[in-house]
């Protein structure tokens, strides 16, 4: 049988028109008109940063009234040059004064005390919690889907598949695909390092329908249709990475994976993609030993901080320099924040509650969720109790944000006391009602502690 | 009868070269067609058992790369490479990351042990030390006394050679000895424990009870704690003696500084460790984990004997069999296979080899688990996703190709990092995530691309010609049917309908197609042969082993 593309296309097999080929799950494919018609309110965008290894939220934004947090970080403590936030209690750390003006305006939230009960120590245990969204042990972790996976499919149930963007949800800088986006029921989404660098290469014309063809059959196992509809999702995308990366950049970023990130989800908001959830990396945090300098201004987390700092600066310049700030709330996480007690080793284990940076025009200014309790004797086994359930908090950027519903997402945990959003109440109002109408400075909220 | 029993010729199978195969494509880096027929032999119980033995009893230096004196002095093919600063030369004695990773490729590609690198690219896997914090210890401590770069990389491959040299036999001694590695020192850096006041620091008493041994959730909070002060004065107790600038001779080397260590008996697992002011703590704490009856996954209310198994034994176990059998294999609940090699693995025999000598002898575990019935199961073909390094490696090995030098554009070790894997380099210590999650647009685009310059730039026409001489003359360009069974049989090594069904009508439909633009044979053939190779080893199976 010879085939080409023109042949393909007649007989149905194009680039969209695919259905599993295991049978079992329905399978998604599409590279589509833009337009979305899902669910999705408007043209907002999520990006969400994770903050790889356990980012120390207490020498982020540092609480520097509090003697308790000199008492035990008698070398990493943060003395000096800080960027007061204006409540008489915290502070950015010195190396994150970029994001001041952003404060000043009001696009810049922080939520503190984040966490979730009985916290395990683990990196990759916490970071599944975080990633899942969901409780240790539960159906969702059974099943594979990540949290933003599982809002993608909620939100997108009955939408046709070749309505559905190829490039609604993407991972940029990570070295895998992320739980949070993966398993969705609906949806595969790629994950890319390089957008100028993405392509397929076939050699010869000839090969191309070939290719295609070999890639849509009915194939025996899960693990086959898998990397089926993966080299689908590739062939559907080659062409909106090229037009995003089209697209001039407005100015520099820093060199490191993050910055990358940053630059290339620039490009592709300016470019018109419709990505509606883009997740980056930047790893590093797992600072044991020798976290700063003898100056903590300096140093390996410092530097990290100050990578954060300089990459959001730069994207949310971009963002407003093109009209799109409105658009866009940006959320750190981390798999969770360090020990408060530094170590014998000049740096920090691993540790319970942190903050949470929220960031764009869905910010609603101001530090919520109550002052980190430092008080050796309020501490759990040393580390920071947690105020605020990290599931209410994505909650709250389902509900508020996307104004969609978040109860599916997290089915039996929603209806847990933790909760704090039950009947469309907003737990922590850092979501921002009438985005790009941000309003500075910082107004100080909070609803706990 | 149990899944680990050893598999009969003739009752559970045949011995033939699709068994052959998948034995290659785990216990090493696939097959080219002479191999296989080498390890099917006369196909009997015998042939069988030798082939297994011939891949598990492997000596600590090959005896085809490394000359018998350790690190550095190279014998065969890399003794003939250039030393200085060439392509060659760097991979020889490799300086900086990129040329560590070239290095390696080397060797997978031309070792005569396959199965010492299969069992290195695991370790390497499991004790992960990635370069750049290895970098940063060493700079901190000698910046100024030697060239950093090139320091770190010779203390990452002291411990690769570590790993392979040893890491298949006695686990235990694996374990003490991976602690004290300089590079593992500084990786997860227990150099500094108890350097300083305050509390002894954490970060290798975790991670060598969560990801090098026991598994998450196997110990307490307060077991973590206790074991770091155990570990505390574990360093290199005359780094810092670069001070002055002049860089110590054993700078690099272990050693117990009892000025560090925090005096007093500690408890773990609710057991006394005694005080010991020389370093003795440490192997008390690798006793007392090796024997920790597992609690995540429970094993409690398992029939006897599987009810008391320790958890390094129930987690190891599940590492082998997920890295060499079948990648869904579960770990809570464990899956049978699991209990059985757990089990296995914690026991002691009075025989000889293959039989296991000692509790934690991981070499009599893969001539148990390679030489089993389950390992032959059909369920467990093709039931892995290749990592990058096999991608490649098996990639010229099978072809027998002439492709190893670089690290930029082409070149191995850059080719593989855009596939997903930086050597040295793992996203964190836990390793490489392992299984469909090798699989995103982008790595599995740059897997698609590899082959096809492969294909295009290093299988020759030369080598194309030789097919119809080697092949007995049986390759004949017109005879398409017989060119795809060919290229079947080299690469794919099982029946592909299967696998890809309908994939067989469309390559002969490009067979065809080609034929019709071509009207040169010779530039006919080549055309052909390079496209099957390139579908073949785009297809979602070859993605797998």
């Not at chain 1, 979501?431 to 107004?443: C, E, K």
């Not at chain 2, 500084?186 to 060598?208: M, P, S």
């Not at chain 2, 049978?336 to 509790?359: H, I, K, N, S």
């Not at chain 2, 290093?458 to 194309?464: C, H, L, Q, R």
Request: with cysteine.
């Amino acid at each position: 049988m010879k085939l080409t593309r023109r042949d393909f296309i007649k007989a149905g097999l194009g680039s969209f028109a695919y259905l599993s080929a295991a049978g079992t799950v329905p399978v998604w494919l599409a590279k589509s008109a833009h337009g979305l018609s899902s669910g999705f309110i408007d043209d907002r965008i999520l990006i969400l940063v994770q903050l790889g290894g356990g980012n120390d939220g207490l020498n982020t934004v540092i609480p520097y009234e509090d003697d308790n947090y000199y008492h035990a970080r008698p070398r990493l403590g943060v003395q000096n040059d800080y960027h007061v936030l204006g409540d008489g209690l915290n502070a950015l750390h010195p190396r994150m004064g970029g994001l001041m003006k952003w404060w000043e305006d009001g696009y810049l939230s922080v939520i503190q005390n984040v966490g979730y009960p009985n916290p395990n120590l683990s990196h990759f245990l916490s970071n599944d919690f975080y990633e899942y969204g969901a409780s240790p042990g539960s159906a969702q972790q059974a099943v594979g889907r990540g949290w933003a996976a599982r809002f993608f499919d909620n939100n997108c149930e009955g939408v046709p598949p070749e309505q559905i963007p190829a490039l609604s949800m993407l991972a940029l800088s990570t070295s895998e695909m992320p739980i949070t986006l993966a398993g969705s029921e609906l949806y595969l989404p790629p994950r890319v390092s390089d957008l100028s660098s993405f392509r397929i290469e076939t050699g010869n014309e000839l090969r191309a329908p070939y290719l295609t063809a070999l890639n849509r059959l009915n194939v025996p196992t899960s693990d086959l249709d898998f990397i089926q509809r993966v080299e689908n999702v590739a062939e559907a995308t080659v062409e909106e990475f090229m037009l995003a990366d089209n697209t001039p950049n407005l100015r520099d970023y820093p060199g490191g994976s993050l910055g990358e990130g940053f630059r290339n989800i620039s490009k592709l908001i300016r470019s018109g993609r419709d990505t509606k959830i883009y997740f980056v990396h930047q790893g590093g945090y797992d600072t044991h030993a020798e976290q700063s300098n003898d100056n903590p201004n300096y140093g390996e987390h410092p530097d990290l901080l100050s990578d954060l700092s300089v990459s959001l600066d730069r994207f949310l310049s971009d963002m407003k320099d093109s009209g799109n700030l409105g658009k866009v709330l940006i959320m750190t996480f981390s798999e969770f924040g360090r020990r408060v007690d530094e170590n014998s080793s000049h740096g920090t284990d691993h540790g319970g509650a942190n903050c949470c940076l929220v960031l764009g025009g869905g910010a609603n200014g101001g530090v919520h969720g109550g002052q980190p309790d430092l008080d050796p004797g309020r501490l759990e086994n040393g580390n920071l109790a947690h105020e605020v359930d990290f599931r209410t908090v994505y909650a709250n950027v389902i509900e508020d944000w996307f104004k969609a519903d978040a109860s599916a997402v997290f089915g039996a945990d929603y209806s847990d006391p933790i909760f704090g959003i039950q009947s469309g109440q907003t737990a922590v109002p850092f979501v921002n009602p009438n985005p790009g109408t941000n309003v500075g400075p910082g107004v100080v909220g909070g609803c706990a502690g | 009868m149990a899944l680990l029993d050893e598999y009969r010729v003739g009752e559970d199978g045949a011995w033939s070269d699709r068994e052959a195969a998948h034995l290659l494509r785990r216990a090493g880096f696939g097959g080219s067609i002479p191999e296989r027929e080498a390890a099917v032999g006369n196909g009997s119980q015998e042939a069988f058992r030798a082939a297994i033995a011939g891949l598990v009893d492997y000596l600590p230096d090959d005896p085809n790369l490394d000359a018998p004196s350790g690190v550095g002095v190279w014998g065969g093919p890399f003794a003939a490479l250039p030393d200085g600063d060439t392509d060659e030369g760097n991979t020889k004695n490799p300086t900086e990351i990129m040329w560590l990773s070239s290095h390696l490729f080397y060797r997978l590609r031309f070792t005569s042990q396959p199965l010492q690198e299969q069992f290195g690219q695991f370790l390497h896997d499991h004790f992960v030390s990635e370069f750049w914090k290895v970098y940063q210890g060493v700079e901190r401590f000698q910046g100024g006394c030697v060239d950093v770069r090139a320091k770190t990389a010779e203390l990452l491959l002291q411990q690769n050679t570590l790993l392979r040299r040893i890491g298949i036999d006695d686990f235990r001694e694996t374990l003490i000895q991976i602690s004290r590695d300089p590079a593992m020192l500084f990786y997860l850096d227990n150099v500094v424990n108890g350097a300083g006041a305050g509390r002894a620091q954490e970060n290798y008493a975790r991670e060598i009870m969560e990801l090098f041994s026991m598994g998450v959730d196997n110990y307490s909070e307060n077991d973590v704690r206790e074991i770091a002060k155990c570990f505390t004065g574990e360093t290199l107790p005359n780094i810092r003696d670069c001070d002055g600038g002049f860089g110590a001779p054993d700078a690099f080397e272990y050693g117990f500084r009892d000025g560090n260590h925090e005096p007093g008996e500690k408890v773990v697992f609710g057991q006394i460790v005694t005080e010991d002011m020389t370093g003795g703590e440490l192997p008390q704490v690798v006793d007392l984990i090796l024997s920790k009856v597992s609690v995540q996954p429970s094993v409690q209310g398992l029939p006897a004997p599987y009810n008391n198994l320790p958890a390094a034994a129930v987690y190891m176990s599940w590492k082998l069999l997920r890295w060499f059998v079948n990648q869904n294999v579960a770990l809570d609940p464990p899956a049978d296979a699991v209990l059985e090699l757990a089990d296995y693995m914690r026991g002691t025999d009075t025989g000889d080899f293959p039989q296991r000598r000692y509790p934690y002898d991981l070499r009599a575990c893969m001539y148990k688990l390679l030489s089993s019935r389950y390992f032959f199961g059909e369920a467990n073909y093709f039931s892995i996703v290749k990592t990058p390094a096999d991608f490649a490696a098996m990639l010229v090995r099978i072809l027998d190709i002439d492709y190893y030098r670089g690290i930029y554009g082409d070149g191995p070790a850059n080719r593989m990092e855009w596939m997903g894997m930086r050597l040295f380099d793992a996203p964190d210590v836990s390793g490489w995530r392992q299984g469909r999650r090798w699989i995103n647009a982008e790595y599995l685009a740059e897997r698609i691309n590899f082959v096809e310059r492969i294909t295009s730039w290093y299988v020759s026409d030369e080598w194309i010609d030789d097919l119809q001489v080697l092949n007995g003359g049986s390759l004949q360009p017109a005879d398409h049917a017989g060119i795809l069974d060919y290229f079947i049989d080299l690469l794919v090594q099982d029946d592909l309908e299967v696998w890809a069904p309908g994939s067989r009508t469309l390559l002969l439909g490009y067979m065809a197609e080609v034929a019709d633009r071509f009207d040169d044979t010779d530039r006919r053939f080549q055309v052909q042969v390079r496209g099957i190779m390139y579908f073949l080893m785009s297809l979602p199976v070859w993605q797998m082993k």
